[in-house]
């Protein structure tokens, strides 16, 4: 998992590192919400660690800023301070998912960034080459995605799309990022590839809330494969004709 820490202070840097520094987590750490907002329009991490009282921007702010770009699904954990714990209910009705007084405690640290990502990407059922997701199973070895029951044709690139998204739902792919992910080079200003799939894939897996995923574009910023609920009438349809069927006949 890529987790993305905005810290300004050097000692609070360090202990972030040190606290994740035996997961298999990739961490990286930037000093201000400029330099946060340029990295997250490259790419987008798994998990975000905020300070609250960053030099440029407030965390406040930065959450505000987090979740009408990027959405609701990232984990955020804000890093607050002794003083300010009296925050924590707006904190948190802000948008963020957890938090830690800081000065951090390592085993804590790791301990609730942890629990963030499995409460986040746990609800995808998968083993080692199968994922399950609303009504889509991806069977990544035999290189096929079957809904409801019938198989879906393909082409390779399009797979090789649809897989990397479902490994990672309600999590937002800037459009070059998604690109490099999927075609291996990066993504020429005025190339229309990655859009061009992405419109097929909607097309040919009828991506919508009927089966519970939906493929979103993401304003200035890329698109996210999310969960959605199912809406109640869906099922309507076969309700009203087994029903229909039970009341007729010899019986």
Same mark, same amino acid.
């Given at each position: %998992?890529?987790?993305?820490?905005?810290?300004?202070?050097?000692?609070?840097?360090?202990?972030?590192? =040190?606290?994740?520094?035996?997961?298999?987590?990739?961490?990286?750490?930037?000093?201000?919400?400029?330099?946060?907002?340029?990295?997250?329009?490259?790419? =987008?991490?798994?998990?975000?660690?905020?300070?609250?009282?960053?030099?440029?921007?407030?965390?406040?702010? %930065?959450?505000?800023?987090?979740?009408?770009?990027?959405?609701?699904?990232?984990?955020?954990?804000?890093?607050?301070?002794?003083?300010?714990?009296?925050?924590?209910?707006?904190?948190?009705?802000? $948008?963020?998912?957890?938090?830690?007084?800081?000065?951090?405690?390592?085993?804590?640290?790791?301990?609730?960034?942890?629990?963030?990502?499995?409460?986040?990407?746990?609800?995808?059922?998968?083993?080692?080459?199968?994922?399950?997701?609303?009504?889509?199973?991806?069977?990544?070895?035999?290189? =096929?995605?079957?809904?409801?029951?019938?198989?879906?044709?393909?082409?390779?690139?399009?797979?090789?799309?649809?897989?990397?998204?479902?490994?990672?739902? $309600?999590?937002?792919?800037?459009?070059?990022?998604?690109?490099?992910?999927?075609?291996?080079?990066?993504?020429?200003?005025?190339?229309?590839?990655?859009?061009?799939?992405?419109?097929?894939?909607?097309?040919?897996?009828?991506?919508?809330?009927?089966?519970?995923?939906?493929?979103?574009?993401?304003?200035?910023? $890329?698109?996210?494969?999310?969960?959605?609920?199912?809406?109640?009438?869906?099922?309507? $349809?076969?309700?009203?004709?087994?029903?229909?069927?039970?009341?007729?006949?010899?019986?």
């Amino acid at each position: %998992m890529k987790v993305l820490a905005i810290e300004d202070d050097a000692a609070q840097a360090d202990l972030i590192r =040190t606290a994740l520094a035996h997961t298999q987590h990739q961490v990286e750490i930037v000093e201000s919400g400029s330099l946060a907002i340029r990295r997250l329009r490259q790419a =987008t991490p798994d998990l975000l660690i905020l300070e609250r009282n960053l030099p440029d921007i407030s965390g406040d702010d %930065m959450l505000t800023w987090i979740r009408m770009r990027l959405g609701a699904d990232i984990p955020v954990l804000v890093l607050v301070g002794r003083s300010s714990e009296d925050d924590v209910p707006k904190i948190l009705d802000a $948008g963020a998912d957890d938090y830690v007084v800081t000065p951090v405690r390592c085993a804590e640290l790791a301990a609730r960034v942890a629990v963030l990502l499995r409460r986040a990407y746990s609800r995808v059922r998968w083993e080692a080459h199968r994922i399950e997701l609303g009504d889509y199973v991806i069977d990544i070895r035999d290189r =096929t995605v079957v809904l409801r029951g019938k198989q879906q044709i393909l082409s390779p690139r399009e797979f090789d799309l649809a897989s990397h998204l479902f490994r990672h739902p $309600g999590r937002v792919f800037a459009r070059g990022e998604l690109y490099r992910a999927v075609w291996g080079k990066a993504l020429e200003p005025d190339s229309r590839t990655l859009d061009t799939h992405i419109y097929r894939l909607r097309q040919k897996l009828e991506l919508s809330a009927r089966h519970g995923i939906q493929l979103r574009c993401v304003y200035q910023h $890329g698109y996210c494969l999310e969960r959605v609920p199912v809406p109640a009438d869906a099922f309507r $349809g076969s309700f009203h004709e087994s029903s229909h069927r039970s009341t007729i006949g010899p019986f």
